[in-house]
């Protein structure tokens, strides 16, 4: 079973320091909202490997990645294990208190949570209708990454399910580099990749080999790829 | 075997790969009602995936399947791009749901087709459905066409599980059977797979065949034990020249009468329990660290079209000419023949022929027999509730005779097979059966010996 993190919660110094507050978490919401939602969150470090939510077990909090990224899988009706999809800065999950979560959350590497009790939420929302919707309107949540995956999943190339795979990271992580280039990590392990895409590893490799050679990845490595920017692609 | 019991031998039961079986399904199913079960399947649903390969090199007289005998390689590639696209129109239907967790191959002959037309389907179902590297992948090979190199080549692209119609290994049976295979082509084929390193090898035996004696059959199942692969299933042999005219090609008086048919299934039975393997439902056996016998020792055995599984998958797509689906209480089979099929599938269309829907009833009845076949008890509740208050009588006398035949325990609600009375478990499973006893004149000619 996937261990559960436990390292000690801290509460932010301030959440004015937050390096993804600017692009979408808390940003749509009012200064008094703010104030009080700053006052049940907390943060907290998650080793590498280490889960924030595990499948069967409850949840009680809505956890938002500030750092790092985390595989969401399951375990299927025949036992076995599907990645279900990725979390990346900004992403959501936890979006419903559940006594038994639907799947695992864990850390792909060194990774940041802030994390907001759903009771403590559900409290200030007498004050704030609908805050938690807008805390959670920029970011994506568990059901868009279901929303990704059939979409990934319906394609029918294996070239198509990794470079719509390789741009769906560049939006969350993806950085310039240089004149039409984007620099798009890949944190993940190929074979989580592979299990995702629904391919199988040396399918995958071969994949990654042929978009190269085609030009359609610039550089390929382990942990990255530089793709053409948006505007560049084909 | 108990002297009471010996009559229930010679009943004629059907096999329970499905509830209803093959043969109670018609037109009432088309290919939009199979259309609309595909669209209805759930993103992460398990699938278990079937391809069947209608061709042979060679006739066996003692075949029952959807075969033809085929010399001209051009025809099954025809059947190869036939099958592409019966793949591509499930998956366009499923539009990326539902994952595939096994593939099985089964026929006919798998391996008349050459492993790159293998691997061009296995690709075709990779990028339509997905494939996963935990994906199982089963294939039924026939000895005499293993090619060089098939067997490293197979095991290269993921296959783990491989499957030798052995039937015999008698000469005068195989000849008899029109099925001659040498005990050194299998022994060589069973060396190569364990080179590949494929840990899970099954064997098919035959028992009922024309010529086989206590002894020839002794000694075949001494072979198979020193040859020890993982699983063996023992079929009984169903002579029904009848409906199956190829069948009148072996000579009914060379067959083993019922009490030797009995005797052979027992002797089977006890050499193979003798050289530790587990039994598995009534006609599988498994050594027990291989993952059928850890399936049936965690209760998680389940029954299929293959017969008894671990795959938990609820979900079977069959593709290719006959192949049956079974998607949330739809079974549907494609056309049996190649012109059909073929046809319908250059029309773009699904080849569904036929099926069934299951109604309440046939749902609870298949449940209870499921478990019946898999754990050797049911709870009978559900069926009694479903069925009409009437049948639910005759259902009742019909367990009472099994009762006091001492085959089962009925205590409450739940009938318990007699651990030594498994083997019979399609008689027991067959007192559930509305559909064996109304008309059972009509059906006796086409349904398999009970052993």
Partial sequence: ?234 | MKNEWRKYLAARAPRYTSYPSALHFDRSVSREDYADRLSAVELYEPLSLYVHVPFCKKLCWYCGCNMRVENDYGRALRYVCALAKEISLVGRRLGGAGRPRSVHFGGGTPNYLLVDEIADILQAIELEFGLTDDSNLAIELDPRLIRDDDISRLATLGFQRMSLGVQDFDREVQLAINRVQSFEMIESAVGEMRRAGINDISFDLLYGLPKQTLASFRDSLEKTIALAPDRVSIFGYAHLPAALPRQRLIDSDSLPGADLRADLAEQADEALIAAGYRRIGFDHYAKPDNALAVADREGRLRRNFQGFTDDLALTTLGFGASAISSVNGLYAQNEKSLTGYYDDLAAGLLPVARGVELTAAETAIAGAIQDLLCKGSANIAPVLAAVSTEEAGQICIRLEALEADGLIYWGGNVVQIDAAARPLSRCVAMALDPYEFPRKSDLKASLARAV
């Fill in chain 1, 1 to 234: 079973m996937v261990e559960k993190a436990c390292t000690a919660p801290a509460r932010p110094k301030s959440c004015d320091l937050c390096t993804v507050r600017e692009n979408s978490i808390c940003a749509d919401l009012g200064p008094r909202e703010f104030s009080q939602v700053e006052k049940t969150m907390a943060r907290r470090h998650v080793d590498r490997g280490k889960a924030i939510m595990a499948e069967g077990e409850p949840n009680d909090s809505l956890y938002v990645v500030v750092d790092g990224s985390f595989r969401l899988s399951k375990i299927l009706e025949d036992g076995r294990r599907q990645v279900t999809g990725f979390l990346f800065p900004g992403d959501f999950a936890g979006v419903r208190a559940t006594g038994s979560n639907a799947y695992s959350a864990e850390a792909l590497e060194e990774s940041t949570v802030c994390f907001f009790p759903h009771k403590f939420l559900e409290d200030i929302a007498a004050d704030a209708p609908g805050v938690k919707d807008r805390l959670i309107a920029r970011g994506q949540t568990e059901y868009h990454k279901a929303q990704d995956h059939i979409v990934l999943l319906g394609k029918k190339t294996a070239e198509e399910r990794v470079i719509s795979f390789i741009y769906l990271v560049d939006k969350a992580l993806g950085v310039d580099a240089g004149p039409g280039k984007r620099r798009v990590p890949l944190p993940m392990p190929r074979q989580d990749i592979a299990d995702y895409l629904g391919l199988r590893l040396e399918t995958l490799s071969r994949t990654l080999t042929a978009l190269k050679r085609e030009g359609r990845l610039d550089e390929l490595s382990r942990h990255e790829v530089i793709v053409p920017a948006a505007s560049e692609r084909t």
